[in-house]
Structure formats: structure tokens, C-alpha cells
């Protein structure tokens, strides 16, 4: 091999060498970064968990054991963003068995929950909806019948203005004792036990190995 040729070969192994550290730098960069979005995950997932399970707690404390409607809290989600999918190929190589099966198993069953209460959500506002429609078809059959009723063409008359009252009142009571009657609302079970079921195995869920794991990948120590 000529002088030219062994320099040659030399920056050749430089110029490699120079490459592979950059691409290990860059994945290691992205890794933390991936560590360190899937530790917000988690930890704001286990906030929202304490305050699900809080919540949980009064309303059972507050109603009969079979009163499921509004067991639930619609306005919380355990985890509005989720990572893992996209992540997770990442740490296969980085974090033990048990750690990966614990994060994998800990997204899962947040997802699932968040899932059923979207669901729930769902039933809810179609009863929303429903009650609107139906309050105010019974006000129109009320009003139909107190105008058949009047004792003046003229609806504003003195001589209406009872029977336009009592009107209004039937109209209100209506509306509230439909409001207060659940038996004519539809209510899914299965999310709701769904919802507690993922709640019951997230609560016996212990991430702090992973959470641990998770700050030393990420680089960080908060």
C-alpha cells in the first residue's frame, strides 16, 4: 500500500468515525428527549389518577352503592397525549423487562379508561340532547292544549293571563321531574365498568422503578 492510499484510509476511518458519533449523539438526544415527554406522560397521568380516585371516593360516600351516574368524572382524563406507541422501540434495549412491561401495561390501561369516559361522555350528551328535544315537544302539547282552552281569542286578555300562568307552571314541573328522572335516561353500563375496572388495576399499578428509569434517560433529575 502506497503512502497516499494508507492516508486515504485513514480519513476514511476518521471521516466514519465522525458520522457514527454523530448519529449516537443525535439518538441519544432524541432518546432523552422521548424519556423525558413519556415522564410528563406518566406523571400527569398519575395526578389525574388521584384525583379520579378522590372523586371516586366522595361519590361513593355520598350515594347508594348502585347510583353509577356520575360516578365517573366527565371532565377528567387520565392522559390527554399519549407517546408510547411511538417511543417505545427506543428503550427496548435500555430498560429491563419488568420497567418496559410496566410502562407498556400502565399506558395501556390509561388509555382504555380514557377511552370509556369519552364514550360516557358520548351517551351523556346524546341525553343532552334528547332532554332538550323531548322538554320541548311536552311544552309545545301543554301550550297546544292551554290555547285550546282560553277563554279570549285575544292571548294577551285579562281573562287568560290564569290560565296562561298555570300553563307555565305545568310547563316548569314538566321539565323538572324530567330533569330528576334518570330512568328515562339511556345509561351505558359498560363504560362506566369498564372506566372502574382500568381504575382498580391502575391503583395497584406500582411506576415508581420506572419513573426512576425514566428521569435517568431523560437526563434529568427533577
Known amino acids: 500500500m502506497g503512502q497516499p492510499d494508507y492516508f486515504m484510509g ?15 449523539l443525535r439518538r441519544r438526544a432524541y432518546r432523552q428527549d422521548a424519556a423525558n415527554v413519556l415522564l410528563g406522560e406518566v406523571r400527569t397521568a398519575q395526578d389525574q389518577l388521584q384525583k379520579v380516585q378522590d372523586h371516586v371516593a366522595r361519590f361513593q360516600a355520598e350515594n347508594d ?8 368524572p366527565a371532565h ?21 423487562r419488568h420497567t418496559y412491561d410496566a410502562l407498556a401495561n400502565f399506558y395501556e390501561k390509561t388509555v382504555t379508561y380514557d377511552r370509556a369516559v369519552d364514550y360516557n361522555n ?35 286578555a ?25 330512568i328515562l335516561e339511556y345509561q351505558p353500563r359498560k363504560p362506566v365498568q369498564d372506566a372502574k375496572a382500568q381504575l ?6 406500582d411506576m415508581s422503578v420506572a419513573v426512576i428509569r425514566l428521569k435517568q434517560l431523560s437526563g434529568t433529575k427533577n
Open 158 to 182: 285579562p281573562a287568560n293571563q290564569e290560565r296562561i300562568e298555570q300553563m307555565q307552571r305545568e310547563i316548569d314541573s314538566i321539565r323538572k321531574l324530567y330533569m330528576r328522572n334518570k
Open 65 to 72: 352503592p348502585d347510583v353509577e351516574v356520575g360516578l365517573i
Open 76 to 96: 377528567l382524563i387520565l392522559m390527554p397525549d399519549q407517546s408510547w406507541s411511538k417511543y417505545k422501540h427506543l428503550f427496548t434495549r435500555k430498560i429491563d
Open 10 to 24: 485513514i480519513v476514511t476511518l476518521v471521516v466514519g468515525l465522525f458520522v457514527f458519533v454523530v448519529y449516537w
Open 122 to 156: 358520548g351517551a351523556f350528551a346524546k341525553n343532552e340532547e334528547s332532554i332538550r328535544s323531548n322538554v320541548a315537544r311536552m311544552a309545545m302539547d301543554q301550550s297546544i292544549t292551554a290555547f285550546d282552552e282560553l277563554e279570549d281569542p285575544d292571548i294577551d
Open 200 to 205: 382498580m388495576i391502575l391503583g395497584t399499578l
